[in-house]
Nanobody
């Protein structure tokens, strides 16, 4: 299973970006998929997740601005990011979990990770 992210780039504050994640070797049993980010000098944190029932969770800092979605038929995961802020600048990662998680936004229990795509928001 190999997630591959794309769609990162540089944008001004208030702008939008759409991240995509292609998951090859899609596991038969997937509990959830999610987006995580890691800013320089900070720990990796969960941004948004979607589980096999379609339930979504968002970090408080992105609620109302980011939207996670998936296209299961195409093995794709997306993150629409609107009204971007300088503090959203980070490397964004896609992750897949194949077992039930108490905290789908917790980075520690994800099973498969992509290599990331960089988002840079200038103020």
């Amino acid at each position: 299973v190999q997630p591959v992210e794309s769609g990162g780039g540089s944008v001004q504050s208030g702008g939008s970006l759409r991240l995509s994640c292609a998951v090859s070797g899609y596991p038969y049993s997937t509990y959830s998929m999610g987006w995580f980010r890691e800013a320089p000098g900070k720990k990796r944190e969960g941004v948004a997740s979607i589980d096999s029932d379609g339930s979504v969770e968002y970090a408080e800092s992105v609620k109302g601005r980011f939207t996670i979605s998936e296209d299961i038929a195409k093995n794709m995961l997306y993150l629409q990011m609107n009204n971007l802020k300088a503090e959203d600048t980070a490397m964004y990662y896609c992750a897949v979990a194949v077992s039930p998680l108490v905290d789908p936004l917790g980075p520690e229990n994800q099973d498969y990770w992509g290599t990331g795509t960089l988002v840079n928001v200038s103020s």
